[in-house]
């Protein structure tokens, strides 16, 4: 239910999205944060035991190369057990 949550709400602006939206986001959250479901939304640089990459892009410079470019979906942990992988856009190197 997040994940659909996260479709409908990602790219819009939250100000434009309906109130009642908004809510039932935060109660997912909660939800999860009671049953100790954390959301994994790194940045940064990747981490093959936590990031799913499904997609990458040409790194802007070398000291990107293996770091998360964007989000596609956030990763579940529960207590320190992985739920799900964060799946991730990553900077790649690529040579022209």
Same mark, same amino acid.
């Given at each position: 239910?997040?994940?659909?949550?996260?479709?409908?709400?990602? +790219?819009?602006? !939250?100000?434009?999205?309906?109130? $009642?939206?908004?809510?039932? =986001?935060?109660?997912?959250? #909660?939800? %999860?944060?009671?049953?100790?479901?954390?959301?994994?939304?790194? +940045?940064?640089? !990747?981490?093959?035991?936590?990031? $799913?990459?499904?997609?990458? =892009?040409?790194?802007?410079? #070398?000291? %990107?190369?293996?770091?998360?470019?964007?989000?596609?979906?956030? +990763?579940?942990?529960?207590?320190?057990?992985?739920?799900?992988?964060?799946?991730?856009?990553?900077?790649?190197?690529?040579?022209?």
């Amino acid at each position: 239910m997040a994940d659909q949550l996260d479709v409908v709400l990602h +790219g819009a602006n !939250l100000a434009d999205a309906g109130e $009642e939206l908004r809510r039932v =986001r935060e109660r997912i959250t #909660a939800l %999860l944060a009671l049953c100790e479901v954390a959301p994994i939304v790194d +940045g940064g640089e !990747l981490d093959f035991m936590r990031h $799913e990459v499904v997609s990458d =892009r040409p790194a802007p410079h #070398a000291g %990107l190369v293996d770091h998360i470019a964007d989000t596609v979906r956030p +990763g579940y942990r529960w207590r320190h057990d992985l739920l799900r992988p964060q799946q991730v856009v990553a900077y790649v190197d690529r040579i022209k």
